[in-house]
């Protein structure tokens, strides 16, 4: 499954079955999470209003047309997954933890979003189980505030970017960056007991 995934950017018109959204959704929220937070809530835009309604909110050209755009318009659905800093903040000054405030700067990396990114990639490989395509990509910072307006996203809830959902089109003409960027080989990027101690 693993080597199977990739960012699908064309999708065919044929109707993804609800039944695959919810298991993909039901896979997300195995997701780890700190302390058990699980401070992330997913939108799901399953109708072609409400991934119209998407598009328009999180486009900062609404006449822009690129094959890249073009391509994921196509997709008849889209999930956000969004991340909530305050259930950790909260979560970790519970007793059990031993913090007694909500001070964020113990936090070494933002986990809300990390966590909620991983739920994003059981999300993507869900899609592969169940023989679909899928693309996560980043919501332009100029449209988050339209994004929360159009959907009613509370402001505790940060979108870490979108997941488009449906079957695979052909589209031999957007390859995307792993058709002309080559993987880094494992020697390259695991460092076995100290840096540039090799793989």
Known sequence: MVHRRRMVRKYDDKPVDPAIVDRMLEHAIRAPSAGFSQGWAFLRLDSPEDVDRFWRATSPDLGASNSWL????????????????????????????????????????PYWDIDTGMAALLILQTAIDEGVGACFFGIPPKGIDAFRAEFGVPDEYTPIGAVTVGHRADDP??????????RRPVADVVHRGSWGGGG
């Open 173 to 182: 003409g957007a390859p995307g960056s792993a058709a002309t960027r080559r």
């Open 70 to 109: 073009d391509g994921m318009r196509t997709a008849p659905v889209v999930i956000v997954p969004l991340s909530n800093r305050s259930a950790y903040l909260d979560r970790y000054a519970e007793p059990d933890k031993g913090w007694t405030d909500r001070d964020e700067a113990r936090w070494p990396v």
